[in-house]
């Protein structure tokens, strides 16, 4: 499903956005590459492919859609980001890569609406980095949280080298040796190379069942868990009159309950990794490439 904002009306806008060196994109090796046998694999055809070895196929209803460019266009090359920030299309440019496979939206809100941006010069800059260079930015986020083991999940666990301490009993659940909630949460914050990571609860507190939701489930999906027989949850983010204000009321009624925040990029981004070694076997041959996009905040 393309967006309302169609390519007419991006080029009579994008006289607006800021002066931005761009460099045409050289013929390579890899754009002559034929993956296919008869001929080139297009970057739709990459992508029905990705979807049909998803359990339940195609969904009526998603985010995971093209975000930029042409996807009827040879495929010469993937990036997988949790994010395609500026910094990530410029890397893919670099590669003479044209499709970044994104785990969360491109243009700052959920279902990618761009109506209201189309003044904007930040936004401006972006769409016109994409166009010029042919980037097919995709959504996969619905359909990998859909894979079976979910593979942002998945990739969660085998960085942390936790695979074999999932509970078969119950969803989103390992069973550990128990740990002090501090030790446990610098144990995230080095195995996951975290700048920051917060805990909430009594340091005292013995970790042995840990509930883990990378990324921003949200207090519903947050909450449920913790009712249940968990120790700690670990999320990537939360409102902080949410999830985080409900677990230090637990904490300071006496219940053995804590809460350890990653960052929603850092918890998803081996997600996203995980993605290149699933890709292997999807599109064998395919260049392709993983591009972090980073924690956003940086301290003082
Ligand atoms: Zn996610």
Not at 15 to 21: C, E, R, T
Not at 64 to 82: C, E
Not at 100 to 127: A, C, G, M, S
Not at 276 to 298: E, R, T
Request: charged share 20%; hydrophobic share 40%; proline share 8%.
């Amino acid at each position: 499903m393309r967006l309302p904002n169609s390519r007419r009306q991006f080029l009579r806008l994008s006289s607006l956005a800021m002066a931005i060196p761009l460099m045409p994109f050289p013929p390579t090796e890899q754009a002559k590459v034929s993956i296919a046998p008869n001929g080139q694999m297009s970057i739709q055809q990459a992508i029905d492919t990705i979807i049909s070895h998803i359990p339940g196929g195609k969904l009526d209803t998603t985010v995971d859609t093209f975000k930029s460019s042409d996807p009827g266009q040879a495929l010469r090359g993937i990036v997988s980001t949790f994010l395609a920030t500026t910094a990530v299309i410029k890397e893919a440019i670099a590669k003479h890569a044209n499709l970044i496979i994104t785990h969360e939206p491109t243009f700052y809100n959920h279902l990618d609406e761009t109506d209201w941006l189309q003044q904007d010069p930040v936004y401006l800059y972006k769409r016109k980095l994409l166009e010029d260079n042919h980037i097919v930015v995709w959504r996969f986020h619905d359909y990998w949280h859909r894979h079976r083991p979910d593979g942002i999940l998945h990739g969660f666990l085998q960085k942390m080298n936790w695979l074999s301490y999932l509970d078969p009993q119950q969803e989103n659940t390992c069973i550990i040796p128990p740990t002090p909630l501090p030790k446990l949460a610098r144990t995230f914050k080095k195995k996951l190379e975290l700048d920051r990571c917060f805990y909430i609860g009594d340091p005292r507190l013995s970790c042995s069942r840990i509930g883990i939701l990378p990324g921003a489930w949200g207090r519903g999906p947050h909450i449920e868990l913790l009712q249940k027989d968990i120790d700690v949850l670990v999320i990537g983010e939360t409102a902080e009159w949410e999830t985080a204000e409900y677990v230090r009321d637990a904490a300071e009624a006496g219940m053995k309950k804590g809460l350890i925040v990653l960052g929603h990029a850092m918890s998803e981004e081996p997600g996203m990794a995980y993605v290149l070694d699933w890709l292997k076997d999807v599109l064998p041959g395919v260049p392709a490439w993983h591009i972090p996009a980073h924690d956003p905040f940086v301290g003082v």
